[in-house]
């Protein structure tokens, strides 16, 4: 399929899910029922209800059960993030993006109808658990570090282990749990809830745009069965690979959404708001910020559209995602503290969506790899370059 056909297609899914964001979603930003720990299931139904109805639920997923290149994904996920609630409304939020994504690519048929078709049909949420606590000594930014257990029981595996950080688990239906295998780390799919796993706490976070927030879990004893192990024991570490640098561009996708609405709120503001004879935008300093927002928003475009070509070239793209999450994330916080530092006392308030938008931003440039980490990585890929071409001449 050429580019422009895919931009043109791209471009169609993206405008009626812009159009449904604007004039559907939007009224719900004032709704009591979107709770410090994300919005409620009840709210999420009811949205997800319309976008049936509006042909845009799950719109990056076709009829067929294909998935739209990363190119056509960036317009469309772009345009589901002009709201915070969007993602959610459209079922193209973490992690059930990312997870959709994951299941399309590794899971067997048998586990597609089970564990895949729900979330799809927007009639289910899922969590992919990972990250252990700190306390712990376990897995965070480095999984290698991975302390949850996976003992062979016959033609069972019994996991126990913690998990933290678990977004969504509270009221998810499907879940993928990481386990140390004999043979290493394993994914594990499983249906919730389960009395063997059981959570702590939901922690109180910074952001509150994912329902069900962020969890602290413990695992007891859960028995699965061999069929619900995704690919083969011992792949955990290459299918969490699949999943993970799509799903950091992802992010930048939605969140990019997020910012370029709230530069909107913040130009109309200082339009409209006078102070010392004239607008606000006409003042150097407020105009001169929301100029640096324009360049910056089409920077962290150009960045995603990069990425995601290199991606649906078929190569990992392991490196331009750590590259373009911390370009993009970094990009978007400082494009999300000038639109509150332009409205002033209004952008610390909740009368709009800034003030939540600078928080979820502020957050993304820890989740997905906080950007110390990616630039951690990327210096070792540099030395390893360099190492390679010692000899060349210089």
Not at 297 to 323: F, H, N, R, Y
Not at 324 to 341: G, H, P, W
């Amino acid at each position: 399929m050429s580019g422009a056909r895919d931009d043109a297609r791209g471009a169609a899914i993206a405008a009626k899910v812009e159009a449904f964001v604007r004039e559907v979603v939007a009224p719900y930003e004032q709704d009591p029922r979107r709770g410090a720990h994300g919005p409620s299931d009840a709210l999420i139904a009811e949205l997800r209800a319309k976008a049936r109805a509006a042909g845009v639920l799950t719109p990056h997923i076709l009829a067929d059960g294909s998935h739209l290149s990363h190119h056509e994904t960036a317009q469309v996920l772009r345009a589901a993030g002009l709201s915070p609630l969007g993602p959610q409304a459209v079922n193209v939020a973490a992690p059930d993006e990312g997870n959709m994504f994951l299941l399309g690519k590794a899971a067997s048929s048998e586990q597609r109808a089970r564990f895949l078709a729900p979330l799809i049909a927007g009639e289910a949420r899922s969590a992919f658990f990972m990250t252990e606590p700190a306390a712990d000594g376990g897995a965070g930014s480095d999984p290698s570090m991975l302390m949850t257990t996976a003992t062979q029981d016959g033609n069972h595996w019994v996991i126990n282990g913690r998990k933290a950080f678990i977004t969504g688990a509270d009221g998810a239906k499907v879940g993928i749990v990481m386990a140390k295998a004999e043979v290493g780390a394993t994914l594990f799919l499983v249906d919730l809830p389960d009395p063997a796993i059981r959570i702590e706490r939901v922690l109180d976070t910074i952001d509150s745009s994912m329902p069900g927030g962020h969890a602290v879990v413990s695992i007891e004893s859960l028995r699965v069965s061999a069929d619900q192990i995704l690919g083969q024991p011992g792949d955990g570490f290459k299918l969490a690979q699949v999943r993970l640098a799509p799903a950091r561009l992802t992010h930048c996708m939605r969140w990019l959404g997020a910012c370029a609405r709230a530069h909107e709120i913040a130009t109309a503001y200082a339009v409209k708001r006078h102070a010392f004879g004239k607008p606000l935008i006409d003042h150097e300093g407020v105009g001169f910020m929301l100029a640096e927002n324009l360049i910056e928003l089409k920077q962290a475009e150009l960045m995603i559209d990069w990425c995601a070509d290199v991606l649906d070239s078929g190569a990992p793209g392991t490196t331009e995602s750590s590259m373009t999450k911390v370009a993009v994330s970094e990009a978007l916080m400082r494009i999300a503290d000038r639109c509150v530092q332009v409205m002033g006392g209004t952008g610390v308030t909740g009368d709009t969506i800034v003030e939540q938008v600078f928080r979820e931003v502020r957050a993304f440039r820890i989740y997905d790899g906080p950007t110390e980490v990616h630039k951690w990585s990327l210096a070792k890929k540099i030395k390893r370059d360099a190492a390679g071409s010692a000899n060349r001449p210089l």
